[in-house]
């Protein structure tokens, strides 16, 4: 079996080996047995994060429990300083601001310091703590670091900011005015009324017109500074009437009302008792209307441009009432053209406008119903070409007004059918500037085509038979 003593030798060293081993007993704490275990349970393994736990919390490992030992905090080593000591740090971190009265205020301490009498004698640690004290008593209360100082320009912008009393300039006040009643607007009112006068089949008074268109006026200034007066927060968010006084504070609300009463009761009583009752109603009518309907009923609903509509069809058939002292169909007509005419000039105006009137928070065609805004521009423009017709009808004029006026009427109706199909800025600006020239050359046509008053022929012929003698008469 064995081919050399070496090898026999060994294998037997081998198998005395192997047979001692077999024969020891097993011990469960033995290196192999371990190894075997802590491969079965990883939980007990040591990794590196356990290494650096241990490492951290300052542990120590004890029959496989954790047990914390707290390092201990290092004691504050007492630091033991003077008085004098801390008074300089003070002084050092405490820099005095700059102030003439400090310097002043200093300097006689040390003219005190110096004048000291020759009996007492002063160290050099004690001077330099009174002058350290000095400059703490003295410097301490001047010092206001945790306090702000306004300037005078940022106090001013804060005034501005906060209600304070106005301060109106004479000299801007008619401007002011002017802006507060809608000067322009009020003026195309009082035009539309005198039209009314003249249209009406009496003599003409020229004393009645000037008192009429007066009292009209007026009536007219106080609408527009009570509808000014209840549209300010929403006015100061358009860009068309972001400029009126009252957005820009150039006059008081209490002014306004008060200029508006001082406009609109003279112009009702003026109405009233210097021309005729029905005027004057038909005056305080419409401002009521105006501002009480009109006004609020922009940010509800879009029957506010009927409405408006109505106001403005009121002031010829005041014209006219003031000749007549009546409500005659002809009158209605004059109201009738003003108010088929306003809805192809103010949809025009505010289809342009729609983003401010959106932002305004007001509810417009132009806004809420584009469709319907412009439909109903076309429709109205339409209206002026019938109410021509029916102008001669109703004896107002001749038919020559209805022949002469067709031109104008047909034209502004084109540019209404060109702003339905197109819907578009270019359209919308044609049609409002032609309405600006559209309405005073209409009233002045029916003005010249106006038909002569019925039987001012057959009156001189009585007239002149009454007045001749008996003999000619059977003549």
């Known amino acids: 079996m064995y081919k050399t003593p070496c090898s026999r030798l060994s294998g037997l060293v081998g198998v005395s080996l192997k047979q001692l081993v077999q024969h020891v007993p097993h011990c469960n704490q033995t290196a192999r047995s371990l190894i075997r275990l802590h491969k079965r349970d990883p ?21 496989s429990e954790l047990h914390q030992r707290a390092a201990q905090k290092p004691s504050p080593c007492p630091t033991n300083v003077e008085e004098r000591d801390d ?14 009265v400090l310097t002043d205020n200093v300097l006689p301490l040390e003219n005190m310091a110096s004048k000291a009498p020759p009996g007492v004698s002063t160290s050099e640690p004690d001077a330099a703590v009174q002058q350290d004290s000095a400059f703490r008593d003295v410097g301490t209360p001047k010092e206001t670091p945790h306090v702000h100082v306004e300037t005078d320009e940022a106090r ?10 106005l301060k109106v300039d004479g000299a801007q006040l008619t401007d002011i005015y002017a802006k507060l009643a809608k000067i322009k607007l009020t003026a195309l009112v009082v035009t539309s009324a005198a039209a009314g006068f003249a249209m009406a089949p009496v003599p003409f008074d020229p004393l009645t017109l000037v008192v009429a268109s007066l009292g009209t006026c007026l009536a007219s200034c106080s609408a527009n500074s009570i509808n000014q007066y209840f549209e300010v927060p929403f006015d100061s968010n358009m860009n068309r009437t972001k400029n009126r006084p009252l957005v820009r504070g150039q006059i008081s609300p209490l002014h306004a009302v008060s200029f508006a009463v001082a406009c609109g009761v003279p112009g009702v009583a003026l109405l009233t008792l210097a021309v005729n009752p029905l005027t004057g109603f038909l005056g305080a009518l419409n401002i009521f209307l105006y501002t009480c309907c009109y006004t609020p009923l922009k940010r509800h609903s879009i029957a506010n441009t009927w409405v408006g509509a109505l106001v403005g069809a009121i ?29 192809p000039h103010f949809n025009a105006l505010s289809w342009n406008l729609r983003e401010d009137y959106s932002r305004g928070g007001y509810r417009m065609m132009s806004v809420t119903h584009p469709a319907m805004c412009k439909r ?62 559209h309405l005073p050359m209409l009233l002045l046509l029916a003005l010249t085509c106006k038909k002569p008053r019925g039987g001012e022929q057959e009156e001189e012929v009585v007239v002149a038979a009454a007045a001749a003698p008996p003999f000619a008469l059977q003549s």
């Open 43 to 63: 939980s007990c393994w040591l990794t590196y994060q356990h290494f650096n736990f241990l490492k951290r919390q300052y542990v120590t490992k004890n029959s």
């Open 87 to 100: 008074s300089v740090e003070r002084r050092v971190q405490r820099i005095p601001t700059l102030d003439p």
């Open 156 to 165: 001013e912008a804060r005034l501005d900011r906060q209600w304070k009393q």
């Open 315 to 343: 002031p010829p058939v005041m014209g006219w009432t003031a000749a007549t002292g009546c409500l005659e169909p002809g009158a209605l007509l004059m109201g009738g053209f003003l108010y088929c005419w306003q809805f």
């Open 376 to 437: 109903v521009a076309l429709r109205h423009s339409l209206g002026l070409i019938g109410l021509s017709a029916v102008a001669p009808m109703l004896a107002v004029t001749t038919w020559t007004f209805p022949v002469i006026s067709l031109p104008i009427n047909l034209y502004i109706s084109y540019l209404a059918f060109v702003f339905y199909r197109r819907g578009d800025r270019g359209s919308a600006r044609k049609l409002f500037f032609c309405s600006l020239w």
